[in-house]
Nanobody, 119 residues
């Protein structure tokens, strides 16, 4: 089992910045990817950004150029730097980890952290 704890959500004005962090603990081995998803009220959860074990990154179109994902493997932490925030970024942000065990991938989720961007 992998436990995830997120930090860094809050209220910010449009144009501002926030940094989210997620610390993983527990049976941490063969982590294939770490990432961030978000869910706004009435909408489905969507990918924001992810980073693979090899360091490759993938961003949602809405995040490109504004958000940066990074990973500190030594600390089992994934960070999401969010700049130039807009009200449409308001959502609950969830940390996600994908762990490979034999031929199966297991996904773990954090409890979520609220990000609110005021206009």
């Amino acid at each position: 089992q992998v436990q995830l704890v997120e930090y860094g959500g809050g209220l910010v004005q449009a144009g501002g910045s926030l940094r989210l962090s997620c610390a993983a603990s527990g049976s941490i081995f063969n982590i294939k990817a770490m990432g961030w998803y978000r869910q706004a009220p009435g909408k489905q959860r969507e990918l924001v950004a992810l980073i693979t074990k090899g360091g490759s990154t993938n961003y949602a179109d809405s995040a490109k150029g504004r958000f940066t994902i990074s990973r500190d493997s030594a600390k089992n932490t994934v960070l999401l730097q969010m700049d130039s925030l807009v009200p449409e970024d308001t959502a609950v942000y969830y940390c996600n980890v994908v762990q490979g065990i034999l031929s199966t991938n297991y996904a773990y989720w954090g409890q979520g952290t609220q990000v609110t961007v005021s206009s």
